[in-house]
C-alpha cells in the first residue's frame, strides 16, 4: 500500500496524508481513544499535561515548533564523534567518503552520529517518537530527559512511546540507568512487522555474530516485563489525528517512517530513511553499515525523497543536525538538505 502511495504520481501531497480519513481498525491504537482507554497513559493524572505549557522560546537542548494545530518539539539526546571505521558505507571508498565529508566542512576519517528524539504534542496528548540511546556514563549522549526538564516536559507527562524501529539508539531510552521505566506513564506503540522480527527465536537463531546479533538480544533486555504496555500498530493507519506510520523498509525489517499533517501543514518524520545528509542525502545509493538490506533502504530512499522534493515537504530526521528539520531539493543524483531557518520562539 505504502509503495504505491509513493508511486503515485497523481496524488501531490499523498505522503504526508497516508492515514487521513482512514477509519481505524477494531483495536487499534489510537490517542482519540485514550479517555476511554485502559491503558497506563489513560489513567494517569500526569499524562493528561499538554505539551503546549512549554516553555515558548528554544534552548540549546531543544527547539519548538508548530505543525498546524500540533506542537513538535525536537529534543537532542547527543551527538557522538567515531572514528570512521571501515564499512561505514559499504558500496564507498574511504576516499569517495572523506570527500564527501570535506563538501560538508566535515573533518575526514571521523563522524559525528547525532540522535533527536521528538516529543509531537496533538490534542492534549503527548507522543514520544524514539527514545535515544538511553545513559552514557561517558556523557556524549544520553541527554534526553535533562533536555526534556529544561523544556518543560515531564517523563510522566508522556501518555505514548511511539517507537519507528528497534536499533539500541531508538529505544535504550525506555529504560533508567537503573532498568526503571524511563517514562512509568505511557503505553509503547512498536511497529507489527519489526517487533515480528526480532522476536522471533528462529531469527535470533539463524544472525551472524554482530551487529544484528547484539540487536537481537538488546530488544530482548529493552522490552523484558512491559507486555502489558505494548501494543502493535499496523502501517496506514492512523495513529492519532494527522499521524500516520508508514512502511520505509531496509534500515530494518519493521522500519517505519510517519506523516503529521494538520491544518494546511505537514511534517515528514522519516526517522532512519537517512542517517547524516552529508553522506546519504547528498549520496542516495550509497549503502549503511546499518542498513540491514542496502539496496532495498537505497529504494526507499530515493522513493520518499523524490516525494518529499515534489511535495515541497518539511522533513524531520533522526540523525539530521539539531535541530534537525529541513526541506530537500534534487542535486544531481542526489539531493540537498536546506536546514530550516532558525525561530527564536515557537
Not at 574511504?94 to 547525532?114: E, K, S, Y
Amino acid at each position: 500500500m505504502t509503495k504505491a502511495v509513493l508511486d503515485d504520481p497523481t496524488r501531490r501531497g499523498a505522503l504526508l496524508a497516508l492515514g487521513s480519513g482512514v477509519a481505524l481498525a477494531a483495536g487499534a491504537p489510537a490517542i482519540a481513544q485514550a479517555q476511554t482507554s485502559s491503558s497506563p497513559a489513560a489513567s494517569s493524572p500526569a499524562a493528561s499535561s499538554p505539551a503546549a505549557s512549554a516553555p515558548a522560546r528554544q534552548g540549546p537542548g531543544f527547539y519548538h515548533h508548530k505543525v498546524g494545530d500540533a506542537t513538535v518539539t525536537t529534543i537532542t539526546d547527543g551527538a557522538r564523534t567515531i572514528p570512521l571505521a571501515d564499512g561505514f558505507v559499504r558500496n564507498a571508498s574511504r576516499d569517495q567518503i572523506n570527500a564527501a565529508l570535506g563538501q560538508a566542512f566535515m573533518p575526514a576519517n571521523t563522524m559525528t552520529l547525532v540522535y533527536n528524539p521528538m516529543v509531537v504534542t496533538i490534542a492534549d496528548k503527548r507522543i514520544l517518537i524514539d527514545t535515544g540511546n538511553g545513559p552514557d556514563p561517558k556523557g556524549a549522549v544520553g541527554h534526553l530527559l535533562p533536555n526534556m526538564a529544561a523544556a518543560g516536559i515531564d517523563p510522566k507527562s508522556i501518555d505514548v512511546v511511539l517507537l519507528t524501529h528497534f536499533h539500541g539508539d531508538h529505544v535504550n531510552g525506555l529504560l533508567n540507568a537503573d532498568g526503571a521505566l524511563a517514562f512509568p506513564n505511557a503505553e509503547i506503540l512498536v511497529p507489527a512487522a519489526e517487533w515480528a522480527f526480532w522476536m522471533d527465536d528462529g531469527n535470533m537463531s539463524r544472525a551472524p555474530e554482530g551487529g544484528v546479533k547484539q540487536t537481537f538480544g538488546n530488544v530482548r533486555r529493552v522490552f523484558k516485563g512491559q507486555d502489558s504496555r505494548i501494543t502493535q500498530y499496523q502501517w496506514d493507519k492512523e495513529l492519532a489525528p494527522g499521524l500516520t506510520p508508514f512502511a520505509t523498509t531496509g534500515h530494518t525489517p519493521g522500519h517505519t517512517s510517519l506523516s503529521l499533517e494538520s491544518g494546511n501543514a505537514r511534517l515528514l518524520i522519516q526517522a532512519d530513511v537517512t542517517n547524516h545528509p552529508a553522506l546519504f542525502v547528498r549520496n542516495p545509493g550509497w549503502h549503511a553499515g546499518f542498513d540491514m538490506d542496502g539496496p532495498k533502504a537505497e529504494e526507499t530512499r530515493r522513493r520518499l525523497y523524490d516525494r518529499a522534493v515534489a511535495d515541497k515537504v518539511l522533513i524531520a530526521g533522526f540523525h539530521y543536525p539539531f535541530p534537525s528539520l529541513g526541506h530537500a531539493e534534487k542535486d544531481g543524483s542526489g539531493y540537498r538538505l536546506v536546514p530550516i531557518a532558525w525561530n527564536p520562539v515557537l
